[in-house]
């Protein structure tokens, strides 16, 4: 399933952020979990960026 282009942006933000050294929120992070979730087939997304990789905020 492809994502929204709002959606889609908002992924690329948060990714760029966390490169960048910034703090995500956990909200984002749940949310950005949800966007890969969603776009596994679509391999443009971030390949490699997998959903395990992501910091566990829990």
Not at 17 to 25: D, L, Y
Not at 38 to 46: I, P, Q, T, V, W
């Amino acid at each position: 399933m492809l994502l929204s282009k709002r959606r889609f942006r908002f992924v690329q933000r948060v990714i760029a952020s966390w490169e960048s050294g910034n703090v995500i929120t956990s909200s984002e992070a749940e949310k950005l979990r949800a966007s890969i979730e969603l776009a596994k087939g679509f391999r443009d997304l971030a390949p490699a960026w997998p959903v395990q990789a992501l910091p566990d905020f829990k």
